[in-house]
């Protein structure tokens, strides 16, 4: 298959040429152009939150079809492609780890004080009046 001469690294997915024009703070052409652009599409629509989910949820998806292929080549006895299967396993479940950690810690963060404190003021409108004796129901 001949390469074409235009686009960096490897023409089939462009991956190379893109981790290759990052290391050295260049722009990204053909193929990863047209990547980031869908990727800034997506943030667009669901917010980094919304791509950080989509990425935990692939790499999930991924490793359970690795885990998949794992479990059928144990059972079938064919240590060899068991082998490699685990290491890729093992990869990708990591990487799904790190995903759903950055997902939760996103989800964690997010600050429904003021929507908790705007309830309660709602339901609670009298918390700064006295209820017929001396204290008030916000004591």
Do not use: C, F
């Amino acid at each position: 298959m001949e390469r074409n001469k235009e686009l960096p690294g490897n023409p089939i997915h462009g991956g190379r040429g893109a981790i290759k024009r990052i290391s050295q703070g260049k722009e990204l052409v053909g193929l990863g152009a047209e990547a980031q652009s869908q990727v800034q599409a997506r943030v667009a629509d669901h917010g980094i939150d919304g791509e950080l989910r989509r990425n935990a949820e692939r790499w999930q998806a991924a490793t359970d079809l690795y885990y998949n292929a794992l479990m059928a080549a144990l059972q079938s006895g064919d240590v060899e492609r068991a082998t490699g299967l685990l290491a890729k396993w093992g990869w990708g479940t990591n990487s799904a780890i790190r995903a759903w950690t950055a997902v939760k810690q996103t989800e964690k963060t997010k600050d429904y004080t003021g929507k908790i404190i705007d309830s309660l003021s709602n339901y609670r409108s009298d918390a700064d009046k006295p209820q017929g004796a001396k204290n008030g129901t916000n004591n």
